[in-house]
């Protein structure tokens, strides 16, 4: 049920008139005594406001997590994947699969790490470089997998649901190029990552097979493991564990609303320790 008065409020949102819908919602912020203001952007992209930030979204309905300001929900949102349990190195490197709108990299930027961001779909990979990489294309337009092929992709940007992994309801299929952070970071000379995230709606388990040579570069690796894998919605606990396990890695920290877990590389911690 909840499901459906998601989707049927989503649906009212994109239906409404943009010059309706801006009004309203900036009327009622201001009647709430918020600082949020959104408008419109060029390719029916949103631009919220929260008096000192600005950021770009490509689902109007989603402006309201803006609304006690970007910075606010940016932390909560790097909670949900236990980023704040831990202290960060400045100067390292941040991965982001399934980015998004590339909300992560303002996290990562403020704490001075270089910011890698895998984002299939179109209109959020062109939010991503509005709100990290000045407009320019630096989000990679690709999906992490296994190997390196073409997937057919089942897209859901309403709801940041889409998945190389066919899903429920899903608007429609598109084929995508999809690769592995194994040969994307030998391409890019990278050696030593702080946080490499992986929320790949259901497919957590076959991108990080594709990152088994990298992944004892990894100080951090967090995983949303939520019940989002295929028709049947399975969550990906076990399978991710397993590859974790076998690669090193011990369970840091979990946050069991959003079902996400923080995994430490157990020899790179040791060696600090020593």
Same mark, same amino acid.
Not at 231 to 244: G, L
């Given at each position: 049920m909840k499901t459906v008065l998601r989707e049927l409020k989503q649906g009212l949102a994109q239906a409404m008139p943009s010059a309706v819908f801006f009004p309203f919602a900036n009327a009622k912020n201001a009647v709430q005594g918020r600082r949020q203001r959104i408008r419109p952007a060029a390719d029916d992209l949103v631009e919220v406001s929260d008096g000192q930030q600005t950021i770009f979204i490509s689902q109007r309905i989603r402006h309201n997590r803006y609304k006690r300001g970007i910075d606010t929900w940016t932390n909560f949102l790097a909670s949900q994947y236990n980023l704040d349990k831990f202290e960060v190195r400045p100067g390292g490197v941040f991965i982001d699969c399934g980015a998004n709108v590339g909300e992560l990299g303002y996290w990562a930027r403020s704490r001075q790490l270089q910011y890698h961001a895998f984002e299939p779909e179109t209109r959020e990979a062109n939010c991503c470089d509005l709100n990290n990489f000045n407009g320019q294309p630096g989000t990679n337009r690709l999906g992490l997998w296994h190997e390196a092929t073409e997937l057919k992709f089942y897209s859901k940007p309403e709801s940041a649901d889409s998945s190389c992994i066919e899903i429920a309801d899903y608007h429609q299929v598109k084929t995508i190029k999809v690769t592995t952070l194994d040969q994307y970071v030998q391409d890019k000379g990278i050696q030593a990552i702080e946080v490499f995230k992986v929320e790949a709606e259901g497919a957590e388990p076959e991108v990080l097979q594709g990152a088994r040579r990298t992944l004892p570069r990894c100080r951090y690796v967090t995983v949303d493991c939520g019940r989002? #894998? $295929?028709? @049947?919605? !399975? @969550?990906?606990? #076990? @399978? %991710?564990?397993? %590859?974790?396990? !076998?690669? $090193?890695?011990r369970i840091a920290e979990s946050d069991m609303v959003r079902l996400s877990l923080l995994f430490e590389n157990v020899a790179q911690a040791e060696r600090r320790a020593a």
């Open positions: 989002e #894998r $295929g028709i @049947d919605a !399975q @969550d990906t606990v #076990r @399978d %991710v564990c397993n %590859v974790m396990y !076998q690669c $090193g890695f």
